[in-house]
């Protein structure tokens, strides 16, 4: 079957892929005969989906191949985004979304007698990310697609992505996310673009004309296989590429000679450690381990892709010299910081620079993004691993720090704490993020308060020396997922009242404040909430069993569990109003809905433990006649994109209540304040600057400032027994830990007990405890007047657009990429 090429149509300014009702139904059909064999009408669901999925692809091909041409024939300046991780979460709503083609899909499938989100359901996300970082990634791509930036993503396949999460007795189990089980309609495999990826092995170093020359020999190879999938920008006829890489032994065939040598187990066990590079993503977010299986992956992806850019840009631009005008590569964070070494390694041994030139043109390529300050999550490789994994790579990163080295001691004359502080190889290992900083030639944090953390404290010492280096990008959404597509009420009210301008100008969104005097206009507010809300209300009860009231305030915290983002310090709170309640059953309170989602990492006991905290509580308190028609607890299992889709727009009151100085941005705070939810919040992260843009009226700002919590970090004097003392609420629920009032085992909590007691609290729970709960009081007054509280969610909306990852790529684009934009249709 032909799939006519496509071509777009302008329709009352918008620039959408021209297809009609008809003409799809008739492509649908064949398409579904086609891929299965049988009669649309003898299908399944799961089918059909693929039919779908498959033909929206083909769809996209005939543009994807002319953006490819023109990017060729231009010679526009190319940004490659390398990341360990990329979380999409589902892509047929977002391309139909992006083409222009979601009303006509919806109404000939329809007509075919298909529901068209019955089947975009059955779609299994694409969770190749822990948090984040990787979602961040996924909108980063979407917003560079529909901007008409020229970039791409580059990262790997893994053939198992962030494990699926079950409950089992209050308890987090992990079960393997086998994502490709069902195939992957959106991948194209690439044979005719592989790369070999060089490990182990050694160096031999020679001479040829004067000129030193290096051989790698003994190494072992690893194919890398390309898996492309089509990045559609917003009605612009742009489609990019996300370029996975999935290892592969060199020779596929097994090798039954080596079988008769009796080689047979080197010959399995090679074929698995070359799959074992990309079977399976890290689940640790915030916690280094050197692992050399992580080690190997990074470079294996980084090899892959560098080369590949390499290889591409000769064959179209030729002159080497002129690669950083051209060519703009951006780490995010430090997992591929190996892409400074290797390029040079491939300008110095296989493109005969010098190492002057090689170096200028390494420097101004790459770019890397810091997200983190929790000292725990700085990479740091042993030196005996790297150089026997990474012989050659090894070789170039010690001169680079020769030479680096070499400058600090001119500069630095006897200041040997700092120079080892500094320096990229020391104290037996190598420092990731000072190889990225040295290397590239833009470091930047993802919020405000971040990036001043990192220039004024983390990385003062590299600030001073290179200051111009260092600069923010507060990140960023894309409105398209977010709002267009999770929130379709919302948008129609949105579009209504203020016209579509906010689709391609998202900071347009501020017209919606001169609509929110109109009682009209704050009565649909509230009525798409409770739309959303009771959507929810029906995934809750179709997954835990539990009845929640929609007039209730849904009081939401979904994001990982750990320590530093302080779902104890939620809990707690909700076990001190289940203490009230029981004490004064006539307590008139308004009712709440707790909701938590989100995963620990497999290794993280505490963070595991409080899983088993909000469980358990949620329990005890569900079935609690004596209040549960007041307060219900709920924890959602298996938090990923699509079921945050689902949360965010059905959510009042949004928690980002981190300690101040931790959480280095946070992006769902983001999504909940443009799905008109209202944010209680510590002063860390972007926070801050959502409090800017809304003002104080209309955010709940509580707890420590970071003054406070640096302060306590550099000067000691902080007491958690001292707060205790004075507070007889804390020093109930405390006890309840470990009373057995949650759980008969009365040593199960004890591990958050002793967090919180015997070793002082490291994230100040008890510190902000009071402060939170008389936060929490300000919600409930603020909830009572409905109006005020609608008008609230719209000026929370209005103010949103700033925080659309279009603006946060335009920043990156004029000034870190020097990518010349070309805003067409904008
Ligand atoms: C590092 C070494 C070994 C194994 C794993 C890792 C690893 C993996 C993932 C370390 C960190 C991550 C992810 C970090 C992350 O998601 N950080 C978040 O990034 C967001 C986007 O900038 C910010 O909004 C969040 O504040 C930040 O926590």
Redesign the pocket.
């Known amino acids: 079957m032909l799939i006519a090429i496509n071509r777009y149509k302008l329709l009352g300014g918008r620039c959408m892929l021209s297809i009609d009702k008809n003409s799809f139904k008739r492509d649908y059909n064949n398409k579904f005969v086609q891929l299965h064999g049988k009669e649309l009408k003898e299908g399944s669901n799961q089918q059909k989906y693929e039919a779908l999925g498959s033909l929206v692809r083909d769809y996209v091909i005939s543009t994807w191949m002319e953006t490819n041409n023109k990017y060729n024939q231009t010679g526009e300046k190319q940004v490659y985004y390398f990341s ?2 990329f979380l999409l979460g589902r892509l047929l709503g977002d391309c139909l979304l992006n083409l222009g083609i979601r009303d006509i899909c919806k109404e000939a499938l329809s007509e075919l007698g298909i529901n068209l989100e019955e089947i975009e359901n059955l779609e299994h996300d694409q969770g190749l990310g ?5 979602r ?1 990634a996924a909108c980063f791509l979407d917003s560079m697609a529909s901007l008409n930036i020229p970039g791409h993503g580059c990262g790997i396949r893994y053939k198992y992505g962030f494990f699926e999460q079950k409950i089992v007795d209050s308890q987090q189990v992990e079960a393997s996310d086998n994502w490709l089980r069902e195939g992957n309609v959106w991948e194209i495999k690439k044979q005719d673009k592989c790369e070999i990826v060089k490990f182990g092995g050694s160096v031999i170093s020679g001479e040829v004309d004067g000129k030193l020359t290096f051989t790698h020999v003994n190494y072992e190879p690893v194919l890398a296989v390309p898996y492309d999938t089509p990045i559609v920008g917003y009605e612009n006829e742009v489609v990019n590429t996300l370029r996975l890489w999935s290892a592969e032994p060199v020779s596929n065939e097994f090798d039954f000679s080596s079988f008769s040598r009796g080689d047979f187990i080197k010959a399995i066990s090679y074929k698995n450690s070359v799959e074992a590079i990309s079977l399976v993503l ?1 689940p ?3 916690f ?2 050197g692992k050399m299986l ?1 080690l190997k992956q990074q470079y294996f992806f980084v090899s892959a892709g560098i080369q590949s850019i390499v290889r591409h840009f000769k064959k179209h631009n030729g002159n080497i010299a002129i690669f950083d005008e051209k060519i703009a590569i951006h780490i995010n ?1 430090t ?1 591929p910081t190996l892409a400074i070494p290797e390029l040079m390694r491939i300008l110095l041994d296989e493109e005969g620079l010098s190492w002057e030139t090689a170096w200028r043109i390494t420097q101004n390529t790459i770019s890397y993004t810091n ?2 300050i929790l000292a725990e ?1 700085l ?1 740091k490789w042993p030196v005996d691993m790297f150089k026997n994994l990474l012989p050659r790579i090894y070789m170039i990163v010690e001169e680079i720090n020769r030479r680096y080295c070499e400058e600090l001691w001119n500069k630095y004359v006897g200041q040997w704490d700092k120079i080892a502080r500094m320096a990229i190889i020391s104290d037996g290992y190598v420092k990731m993020a000072n190889l990225a900083i040295v290397g590239s030639h833009s470091v930047n944090g ?1 919020a405000k308060l971040h990036t001043e953390i990192l220039k004024k404290r983390e990385m003062s010492d590299f600030y001073y020396l290179y200051p111009s280096k260092f600069n923010n990008k507060t ?1 960023g959404i894309t409105h398209r997922r977010w709002l267009l597509k999770s929130n379709p009420k919302l948008t129609s009210l949105l579009k209504e009242t203020i016209g579509d301008s906010f689709i391609k100008h998202p900071t347009d969104l501020e017209n919606f404040k001169n609509h929110l005097d109109d009682p009209n206009v704050i009565n649909r507010l509230g009525e798409i909430k409770k739309y959303n809300k009771e959507n929810l209300a029906k995934e809750i009860y179709k997954s835990n069993g539990i009845l929640v009231d929609t007039n209730s305030i849904f009081d939401v915290q979904v994001k990982r569990i750990h320590a530093y983002k302080r779902q104890t310090l939620n809990c707690l709170r909700i076990m001190e109003l289940y203490n009230n309640l029981l004490e004064n059953p006539n307590l008139d309170i308004i009712p709440r809905t707790f909701i938590f989602a989100g995963k620990a990492a497999p290794g993280y006991y505490l963070a595991k433990n409080i899983i088993e905290l909000i469980c358990r509580v949620a329990k005890t308190i569900n079935n609690d006649k004596r209040v549960n028609d007041k307060i219900k607890v709920v924890m959602l299992e298996n938090y990923n994109v699509s079921l945050a889709e689902d949360i965010i727009p059905a959510t009042d009151l949004s928690e980002q209540i981190s300690t101040t100085t931790k ?5 769902s705070n983001m999504k909940f304040m443009m799905n008109g939810a209202i944010t209680i919040a510590t002063l860390d ?1 972007a926070n801050i600057e959502i409090k800017d843009e809304v003002g104080e009226d209309n955010i709940i700002i509580f707890g420590l400032n970071a003054e406070e919590v640096l302060n306590y970090h550099k000067n000691g004097g902080y007491s958690a027994w001292d707060i205790w003392n004075k507070d007889k609420r804390l020093q109930r629920v405390t006890d309840d830990l470990i009373n057995g009032k949650y759980c008969s085992d009365i040593d199960r909590f004890r591990s958050i007990y002793e967090n919180l007691l015997t070793y002082n609290d490291e994230f100040f729970v008890l510190k902000d405890f009071d402060s939170y709960l008389k936060a929490q009081e300000r919600v409930n007054q603020l909830y009572i007047d409905k109006n005020k509280w609608q008008k609230m969610c719209g000026i929370n909306i209005a103010h949103s657009g700033i925080f659309s990852s279009d603006r946060t790529i335009k920043e990156y684009a004029t000034g870190i990429w020097g990518s010349t934009v070309i805003y067409k249709n904008l």
């Not at 822990?130 to 990787?134: H, K, R």
């Not at 959480?663 to 992006?667: I, L, M, N, P, R």
């Open positions: 360990m991780e822990n948090g984040g970082l990787g961040l890290y640790e977010d915030s280094y381990e992580r964070d997992h997200h983190t999550a990479e993802v990140n959480e280095a941005s946070g992006t992260g």
